[in-house]
């Protein structure tokens, strides 16, 4: 079997398509007109339901989420004036949602594990393509329970929310460095994982 | 770079980023040249490649394209202060998904078998006529707030029409809320003879302090439905069949909560907010214009139609609404065929009351009522839809042999089951099994004691291509597309998404002499239909295989 030489798997780019980074509406305080707002949904939507869906393992439910978060911010937009930075707010929001959703779940453990693969591109993947996501999340999900809680979500929302060091921090309600901690730990012992798994 | 530095930026993998935000961008250049030398940091490396892989997925999620204008749309229908949306709104969709399994099940039977085709009309786009309804269902919701006893007054006008199909199959869908708090799906029939129209009253009281209300709809001055919560119990008209009516009235379980979002149910708005939320409804509001209301008031015109392909839209069916423009408000909802007009649901003289006529427990009812009645055009039959019944439910409730798959399609996934009225010939019952796919090839069985009756014709204009070991057969015909988009039109509320390009369709036949339809949205290998029918069997015979 070829076995690339490490040239070459250095050469790899260890990296992960990217959005546009919404840095401008993530420091802003909430959005008190429709036109902020509509700037905030088009910054957000995406990643908000990517965060959603992770929790949840259910497209449709994410986007209800998001929904249902955005429209109670703004019809409470007043109250809001204290909100700081918009970001952090709305993933906090989310994550708090999707787990009262769940906690109304008696199979809530069991759905989490049902990733909905035909809905993860809206339907765009074709059924192998899906089963292969769906296989993809599963397994990335198989790992990452083996991690410490914290440490866990860290590297969630940083692998799959690609959200900054700052951004990440923030949404934990921790320091910079321990968010670099915990990723840090996380990634040590998924190697270690992988290790154990390959001998 | 040495052999520590290496270890550490492999460690540090997931925290490297770059000043121009590019994330896990470790020191590339003089990583690479370490790892050319040290052989077992390339191995770590490999390693630590492999470990980011794992948990990276290949595949980005993202929000459905029309995310963002159903967020902005539900915000411009949304006045501040407004709360609980959340709470509200799921439970609000569920049963608009329910009420769209009603709907479609009646005109998959009624509109759909009896009527034949007409032209089909152009589909019409418009986010404002879109966001005027979402406000409509925001305004409704306004009218159950305060601190007063509200009163709503509806009339349902049945219109004369001349068609003696169309004059008979006329319906509305009415919930009702159990002692459990679960919703029940009911129908008010509205049959007329041809040329002759009616009415029927329709009030309801709320009370937003109590969670207390009650809905009472009179016919020829008659009770033909009611439904009450008075704060200890649950209170319902029933009639025997003999004529005979009561009260039954039940203590609430400990789990009952007085309904938030009584506008789910009482007032006009019911069941519009569900449709709404269905995916591609956006694409079926379009904006008639403006009209004048009594007292020179103005107002709007909105048109909601049906998805195409579907046997409504196919018969030009619609919902008129009309909207006034100073609040908002639905004035009047028609429902049309054929651009005929069926129904009629206009807005009558509301506000604030002290108590129900009749009582938060319906105890007036009675007296006005009597103890039985002469037969009514108008009537009342429970249980429209029973979502997520068992198959013993469907044992006991069939009357007719039912089949079910012995083993789920690999490809699907948890089975549901809806009890449906079948409303051809009521008060025989309708069974949709019902099957979610992951890759969107949604299973849908439906069988009915009406498909017994008058779907096997059809077999003889189709052509077998399959026969299971089992002996159901699989015919294949020119209506197969037809079929296909009725019935998972008919599952939406629990397959959710819309039929496919391509979904397939069958009738079968079984050794029983029924026959059920099937229809799968998306293709099917021949030995993936195969398998599905081999698997298929009657349900009550354990030692055959009972699912």
């Known amino acids: ?199 | 770079m040495d052999c520590r530095q290496c270890r550490e930026t492999l460690d540090g993998l997931l925290i490297a980023e770059a000043e121009d935000g590019v994330r896990f961008a470790p020191r590339q250049a003089e990583l690479s040249e370490h790892l050319e030398a040290c052989p077992d940091c390339a191995r770590q490396h490999a390693l630590a490649l492999r470990a980011l892989a794992a948990i990276t997925p290949a595949h980005v999620v993202r929000a459905s394209s029309d995310l963002r204008s159903r967020i902005m749309t539900a915000i411009s229908a949304t006045p501040p202060p407004l709360s609980e949306v959340a709470v509200k709104r799921h439970s609000r969709v569920r049963i608009g998904r329910w009420m769209a399994v009603a709907a479609a099940t009646a005109l998959l039977l009624a509109v759909g078998l009896f009527l034949r085709r007409g032209p089909k009309e152009e589909d019409s786009a418009a986010v404002s006529a879109f966001s005027l309804l979402a406000q409509a269902c925001a305004a409704e919701e306004r009218l159950f707030a305060g601190d007063r006893v509200v009163h709503l007054t509806n009339t349902i006008i049945v219109k004369p029409v001349s068609d003696p199909t169309l004059a008979k199959i006329r319906w509305l869908p009415i919930f009702s809320l159990e002692p459990t708090g679960r919703p029940r799906f009911g129908q008010l029939t509205l049959a007329a003879e041809p040329g002759k129209g009616y009415t029927v009253d329709d009030q309801s009281w709320y009370d937003p302090r109590s969670g207390r209300f009650a809905r009472v709809l009179r016919s020829q001055g008659r009770a033909i439905f009611a439904n009450s919560y008075d704060g200890k119990q649950v209170c319902s008209l029933e009639v025997a069949a003999g004529g005979a009516v009561k009260i039954v009235r039940r203590p609430v379980g400990k789990d009952f909560n007085p309904p938030k979002s009584p506008a789910e149910f009482l007032g006009m708005g019911v069941g519009l907010q569900g449709r709404l939320a269905e995916k591609g409804s956006e694409g079926l509001v379009e904006d008639k214009g403006a009209v004048a209301l009594e007292g020179g008031a103005k107002g709007r015109l909105v048109k909601l139609g049906f998805p195409a392909g579907g046997p409504k839209e196919a018969e030009r069916a619609c919902y008129l609404v009309t909207i006034r423009e100073d609040d908002t408000i639905i004035e009047k909802m028609e429902f049309l065929v054929r651009d005929e007009p069926l129904l009629v649901v206009q807005r009558g003289a509301g506000g604030t009351a002290a108590n129900p006529e009749d009582g938060w427990d319906l105890s007036g009812i009675i007296d006005s009522a009597g103890a039985s009645r002469p037969q009514l055009r108008a009537g009342f039959l429970p249980d429209m839809v029973i979502p997520n019944v068992s198959l013993e439910h469907v044992l006991a409730k069939a009357e007719f042999k039912v089949y079910a798959f012995q083993k789920d399609p690999p490809w699907a996934g948890r089975r549901e089951i809806a009890d449906i009225l079948d409303i051809v010939s009521p008060p025989h019952r309708m069974f949709a099994v019902t099957y979610r796919a992951k890759d969107g090839r949604h299973v849908v069985l439906m069988q009915s004691h009406s498909y017994n009756t008058m779907l096997g014709p059809l077999v003889k204009i189709g052509k077998l291509v399959y026969t299971s070991p089992g002996g159901v057969k699989v015919w294949s015909g020119p209506r197969d597309a037809w079929l296909a988009q009725i019935l998972l039109q008919s599952a939406r509320a629990t397959i959710h998404d819309p039929p496919g390009k391509n979904p397939i369709g069958y009738l079968l036949e079984t050794p029983a002499g029924t026959f059920p339809a099937l229809a799968i949205n998306g293709p099917l290998t021949g030995n993936e239909l195969h398998g599905l029918i081999d698997s298929l069997v009657p349900l009550g015979k354990p030692a055959d295989g009972k699912p």
């Open chain 1, 1 to 199: 079997m070829h076995q690339p030489s490490p040239s070459s798997q250095a050469s790899r780019a260890i990296t992960v398509n990217s959005q546009p980074e919404p840095t401008g509406a993530w420091t802003s305080g909430w959005p008190q007109s429709r036109q902020e707002v509509a700037a905030v949904v088009e910054a957000y939507a995406d990643r908000l339901v990517r965060h959603a869906f992770r929790r949840l393992g259910n497209l449709q439910d994410a986007e209800d989420v998001v929904q249902d978060v955005f429209v109670r911010a703004f019809a409470d937009r007043a109250r809001q004036t204290e909100v700081a930075a918009a970001g952090p707010y709305l993933y906090r929001s989310v994550a708090n949602a999707c787990t009262d959703l769940l906690r109304g779940r008696s199979s809530a453990a069991v759905y989490r594990e049902e990733v909905a693969a035909g809905e993860l591109l809206g339907g765009s993947l074709g059924p192998a393509e899906a089963a292969q996501a769906a296989e993809e999340l599963r397994r990335a999900e198989s790992l990452l329970r083996r991690l410490p809680d914290e440490q866990a979500e860290a590297i969630r929302l940083r692998v799959f929310d690609e959200l900054r060091l700052s951004e990440i921090a923030e949404v934990a309600g921790c320091s910079i460095n321990t968010v670099c901690s915990r990723l840090r730990y996380g990634f040590q012992r998924l190697r270690g994982m992988v290790e154990e798994k390959r001998e």
